[in-house]
């Protein structure tokens, strides 16, 4: 039961270049988010996906952009990439937009913009 | 900003002791859900509180919900080093939001000692 899993888990890249995190889950679950964690911000929402094709912004949505064309994958690009993107980024998923649902979160992605 | 406030930042207990960590938040909510991450891991969710709730309890978990002064605290009871972590809450709208989304604290760092 793999559940939610992120990769690479650690990432090193430099100024300008594009880079892409993956995210796969295993449950169909219909909704999918992408977080980044800051220290002094806590947790802030970039992208969230409700379904395959249906991507809509978060709070934080400038400098990335996301697909979905699979209900099970929900990659995150960074298309030029910038110092102050530094960050751990999470995905996570719930069963649906229902205000009680769980989200689960995936094990994380350490992102160094040098 | 919806984003609720956990106060203290860190607490230090030793095994046995209880921990109480509180949340403040600004706006209306449907719902307040508790989150825990260990270091270098993704969040777990521990807890949601209904806003017609005031008390909840899980295993060693008490959570309780004063929609008046828009607070909630959390308390572990009989602390054990397992559960050193970083412990979230989050909030989740009633209005204006189409979507379940959740809007984290900073979190308290919680330390318990042998």
């Known amino acids: 039961d793999a559940g939610i899993t992120q990769s690479p888990r650690y990432k090193i890249t430099e100024t300008g270049r594009q880079v892409t995190l993956m995210c796969h889950q295993t449950w169909s679950h219909s909704y999918m988010f992408w977080y980044r964690q800051d220290l002094g911000h806590g947790l802030r929402l970039i992208y969230y996906?409700?379904?395959?094709?249906?991507?809509d912004k978060g709070e934080v949505p400038d400098g990335y952009v996301v697909s979905r064309s699979k209900t099970e994958n929900f990659p995150l690009t960074l298309e030029s990439a910038t110092r102050s993107q530094t960050s751990v980024y999470f995905c996570a998923s719930s069963v649906s937009a229902a205000h009680t649902d769980t989200q689960y979160f995936g094990p994380g992605t350490r992102l160094t913009v040098l | 900003s919806q984003q609720g406030e956990e106060d203290p930042q860190a607490l230090s207990i030793q095994e046995g002791e209880n921990a109480t960590m509180n949340c403040s938040y600004k706006?209306?909510?449907?719902?307040l859900q508790w989150y825990r991450q260990n270091s270098g891991r993704g969040l777990v969710h521990l807890i949601l509180?209904?806003?017609?709730?005031r008390e909840k309890h899980s295993g060693r978990l008490r959570v309780t919900l004063d929609t008046s002064k828009k607070s909630s605290s959390l308390l572990i009871t009989a602390s054990r080093a397992a559960d050193t972590a970083s412990y979230f809450c989050?909030?989740?709208?009633?209005?204006?939001?189409?979507?379940?989304?959740?809007?984290f604290g900073r979190g308290t760092q919680l330390t318990v000692w042998p």
């Open positions: 996906s409700a379904a395959a094709d249906i991507t």
């Open positions: 706006t209306s909510i449907n719902n």
């Open positions: 989050a909030t989740v709208a009633d209005r204006g939001s189409t979507l379940g989304r959740l809007y």
């Open positions: 509180i209904r806003s017609n709730e």
